[in-house]
């Protein structure tokens, strides 16, 4: 597996990220030789082995019952752009 | 006051001999004349401070029994919520937001009298493992300015090291607790996944993280572990059932008939002398407390890195994914369509490290890639698991480094991030198992830096943990040496 210049746009657009040229170009040699290292996962046997999940038997799930939530007002002081209580965001239709 | 550990300060307040707001200007006056020089704290809350700790004052003495922490000053990692102070996780991401409400952890620790004074700097988003990624700058280690703290919880374990503050709030995902600890020779624990509630916590590597204490010996932070854990109904994954009590054992010297098992291969290569030599002479003092020292072969350590990175990015790339410039933080004033306002917030507002933690993660999670990393790693990752529930069939808990080496010089290892990573190497197995670990200070290296060592037990067996600990910090005085010289 290589890193090239192709891979990096593909991931900037799944990371909805857009690198300077600089960064791309440091990205792409550091993520190479991260990769190409990650890649040794790959000499381990793992078949018939199952994927780790984060299931507890005790797993602690609160009653599904309507509670007040935080204050919108005071939710609404920490977005960059809001108005009549709403987030703004710009126009897409 | 400096010189007095945090249940010692507390009980002095309760004695009326210290004043909580005396506490409290002593400490502020202390982080005023040495942070400058650290780079420990982001932020000091002085009049919200002196403000809690008159009403601790009153409700101590209208007979009011707290917690054995009551009255004592506690600082917080930047990326836990404190109601109304700033969280930026040392990202300009988070520029200028300020939660509205308190982490569990943070919301028990003021339930129990503390008063929170400041957050403390990190390596941004605690992506890193020496507090130099964050954009307030490097946190300095105060046995040497010329070199890291650790990381990530770098601000933590440097304020504690140098009498800023006497208990601290950390986050560990991957050894962001232990290896700071390690670098700045203070104690610290990383608790068992599910003891203490993420609720408040930034999301970092959500299956990984958890909140622990950070102080100048075990039994500080073992009454902080104790005040924060136990279920919370604000996080699910928070299974302990009543928060750990561990009890008030009288000077334990003994360690009869406690198994510890020595990872003979974590000494082979790779690891300073210094180092070794340290915490192997840290297995021999447990040896003659009593305990029975055995060494043996850990297996999968070539996996454990790649599992941990693969997992800890796949994690970051989702939960990072909320930052939109919309809800909260920094929105680029650039862009003027809505694909424009997610692309530039994010590229203006993340750092490089956190950019290739992302985009690593959506590497391994993507179409054609996840089945040969993702899966893989977690594959691995129950192996992993699997290797330490045999491995304590046999041994009470394991003693082995927390850091190949001791505190760098900053900025030396800053363009190699595989380096950084390979650090890691100690301590990200522990969190893929989601075990408690305790880290303690055992020495000095050849350049006059702490080191550290941990112990690593099974799931919720803290109490055995913190008991060895204690025995330890009875038998030796690593604990109790402080930095002198011009930092303080």
Redesign the interface.
Known sequence: ?RVDAG??S???E??????SED?KL??LG??D???Q??????G?D?QN??????V?D?????EDVATSS??RE??L?????SANGM????R?V | MHDMSALELSAAIMAKKIGVIEAVDAYIDRIEASDSRLNAFLCVEKDKARAKASQIQARLDAGERLSPLAGVPVAIKDNISVEDMQCTCASNMLG???P??NATAVERLERAGMIVIGKLNMDEFAMGGSSETGVFGAVKNPWDTSRVAGGSSGGSAAAVASGEIPLALGSDTGGSIRQPCAFCGVTGIKPTY?AVSRYGLVAYAS?LDQIGPIGNNIDDCAAMLSIISG???M?????LESPFDFGQEACPQRLDGIKIGLPRNYFDAGIAEDVKSAVMAAARELEEAGAVVEEFEMP?M??M???Y??IACAEA?SNL?RYD???????SPN??????????S??EG?G?EV??R???????L?SG?YD??Y?????????I?DAYSSLFGRFDMILSPVAPGTAYKIGENAGD??KM?MGDIYTVSVN?AGLPAAALPCGFGAKGMPIGFQLVGSAFSEGKLVSAARVYQNRTEFNKARPGGEAL
Not at chain 1, 14 to 19: G, P, T
Not at chain 2, 235 to 239: F, G, R, Y
Not at chain 2, 358 to 364: A, K
């Open positions: 597996m891979l990096i593909y991931l900037e799944l990371s909805a990220l857009s690198l960064e440091r990205l550091d993520l030789e991260i990769l290292y990650m890649a040794s996962l790959s381990l793992t082995i199952p994927a780790y999940s984060l507890y005790n797993m602690n799930a609160r935080l204050d005071k939710l002081r920490n977005a960059p752009k987030f703004v965001a710009p897409t | 200028g937001y300020t509205v409400f599910g299956s279920r919370d109904d996080d699910s994954t928070c299974v999968l070539d996996y890195i790649p599992a990175y693969i790339s994914s410039g919309l809800k909260y933080g920094y929105r862009a003027d369509t809505l694909q424009g306002v997610y692309r530039m994010r590229s993340f490089l950019k290739r992302i985009m690593l993660g959506s590497f391994v993507s890639y040969a990393y899966k893989k790693a977690l594959q691995v990752r129950s192996l698991k991030p595989l990573y893929l």
